[in-house]
Nanobody
Framework: QVQLVESGGGLVQPGGSLRLSCTTS????????MGWYRQAPGKQRELVAA???????NYADSVKGRFTMSRDNAKKTVSLQINSLEPEDTAVYYC?????????WGQGTQVTVSS
């Protein structure tokens, strides 16, 4: 059974930081491209960051310089370090694992940025 479990969300003030984690099981983690997506109320889900099986990363323009994604193949986890949070970052953040037609999602973790 494939499972992706996100953690680390919460309420944070503007300018603050959070570290999101995604723990996986049931997949051959090393071959998957891992991604973090987010969905704000009334908006479509969007890609925030992704790390390929070889370790290369790409980021949405809106988060470059503030978000850092990493993967740990030994622990089968990915993390997303989020700095300089802005109210516009408020959303549910989802972990995604993708390998060709295999596409898995976690349940999401809420990030709320508010003073």
């Amino acid at each position: 059974q494939v499972q992706l479990v996100e953690s680390g969300g919460g309420l944070v003030q503007p300018g603050g930081s959070l570290r999101l984690s995604c723990t996986t099981s049931g997949i051959n983690f090393e071959i998957y491209t891992m991604g973090w997506y987010r969905q704000a109320p009334g908006k479509q889900r969007e890609l925030v960051a992704a790390v390929a099986r070889g370790g290369s990363t790409n980021y949405a323009d809106s988060v470059k310089g503030r978000f850092t994604m990493s993967r740990d193949n030994a622990k089968k986890t990915v993390s997303l370090q989020i700095n300089s949070l802005e109210p516009e970052d408020t959303a549910v953040y989802y972990c995604n694992a993708r390998f060709f037609t295999r596409d898995y999602w976690g349940q999401g973790t809420q990030v709320t940025v508010s003073s």
